[in-house]
């Protein structure tokens, strides 16, 4: 039974942008594996049919799984005999960090820089959920957090030295090969690519050329959807 991913979109349903159902996408392209998405907005999540409030969600056979890395681990125990996301107990470890850096570093950043830019991709009634939810958690206008954002983007040079560091030694954070870990950066980039106006990285930035690398991966499947004008 093919799988079904529910992904989060706004407006228009072609342009997927959430970093953590993308991190799915490229564990199920890494994987092998067929799977269909289910593009939902912010107002019908909490109607998935897990209940949990949340994407992304698969539903796989009689098995429905929310939340990335929950998704990833549950591929990864249940299609052994392809592509590990993981390539071990130490992988795994090292994309439990990779997640906590992610989210506390970049996420936190680029959550408030693209704030108004998510805001202006959803549907009215969506736009009036996000606006309400968004205020409430940052105690601040959307339009305030958005300036707070974007005074803070200067800081993800030196939050993001240590990819630099590693990438010249090895070409993905996974080693020879992208794992877990790759996508879930790759997921922030590719939401800053698909929602975002403004650059987040230079263009000499070996962490560009990383990102460039991810999105011919599998396909390409990650330039399926073209980065915001």
Known sequence: MTIQLYELVGSDSARPFSPHCWKVVMALAHKGLEWESRYVPFTEIPKIEDGSGIVPVIRDGGATVSDSFAIALHLERTRTDSPSLFGGPGGEAMARFVEAWCQTQIHAIIGKAAIMDVHDALAPDDQAF??????????????ETRELGLS??????????????????????????????????????????????????????????WFETCLDLHGGIGRAVPAAA
């Open 152 to 209: 803070e983007l200067g800081k993800l040079n030196a939050r993001l030295e240590p990819v630099r560091a590693m990438l010249r030694h090895q070409p993905f954070i996974g080693g020879a090969g992208p794992l877990f870990s790759d996508y879930i950066l790759f997921g922030a980039f590719q939401w800053a690519r698909i929602i975002m106006r403004e650059p987040l990285i230079g263009h000499d930035d070996p962490v560009l050329d």
């Open 130 to 143: 996000f606006r309400k939810s968004r205020e409430a958690r940052f105690g601040m206008p959307l339009e």
